[in-house]
């Protein structure tokens, strides 16, 4: 007898041929590749972008909307920056280092963007939009030989605290550096597992 129900094919798998989790951060030599390409190009507005989206820690929907005066006073780029998180609705502080800075002037230099501007427009709108700028560092990834699909904007947002991570553990330092508001969030973004509780516990003697 045949079956009164239609066999429906099976539906195939929404992350078929996709990698998903967490995005791995960048190791210290693959930061220093991509921002000596970016240098020796002279692509000055993406050189900016990379060391500012390293420093700043933000989400991509906010590092793309900074305006020229979030980050620059008078006609110095600040070290520290403060803006309000679109997620969270929560203000974030972040710092920008030496070389962050000379390379926000360099870009400005170009541009002669105004304070109100974005600092990083776009040709197809005011600003860069979230998906110009994972294209565009799917790129950064590609020329140095990294896997497009395995990295993207998150691996620079986790970058830092990473690094900050393993040299001092100190998880509420990471908390505060990317604004969230629960601990238990910076834990799981971080990827601690047990193995960094054992390791933390063997180092201390009693």
Same mark, same amino acid.
């Given at each position: ?24 951060? #960048? ?16 692509? %000055? =507005?993406? !050189?900016? @972008? ?27 780029v600040v070290k520290r920056a403060t803006i309000l998180q679109q997620k969270t609705q929560q203000p974030v502080q972040f ?9 926000? #002037? ?16 776009? %040709? =197809?709108? !005011?600003? @860069? ?78």
């Amino acid at each position: 007898m045949f079956s009164i129900f239609k066999r429906s094919r099976p539906q195939q798998a929404w992350n078929k041929g996709k990698l998903i989790g967490q995005k791995p951060p #960048l190791k210290p030599r693959e930061i220093w590749a991509i921002r000596i390409r970016l240098q020796m190009n002279e692509c %000055r =507005r993406d !050189l900016a @972008l990379f060391n500012l989206a390293l420093d700043s820690k933000l989400w991509a929907c906010d590092l793309t909307k900074l305006r020229v005066k979030d980050v620059l006073h008078g006609d110095q780029v600040v070290k520290r920056a403060t803006i309000l998180q679109q997620k969270t609705q929560q203000p974030v502080q972040f710092e920008i280092t030496s070389h962050t800075r000379s390379a926000i #002037l360099d870009w400005l230099q170009v541009t002669q963007l105004g304070p109100s501007d974005y600092l990083f427009p776009s %040709r =197809r709108s !005011l600003h @860069l939009s979230t998906r110009q700028y994972a294209r565009i560092v799917n790129g950064w990834v590609s020329e140095i030989g990294l896997d497009s699909k395995a990295y993207g904007t998150h691996s620079l947002r986790r970058t830092k605290p990473s690094l900050i991570y393993r040299q001092t553990k100190n998880l509420r330092a990471i908390q505060l550096l990317l604004g969230h508001t629960k601990l238990e969030s910076t834990v799981r973004y971080l990827g601690i597992d047990i193995d960094d509780a054992l390791e933390m516990a063997e180092k201390t003697e009693l």
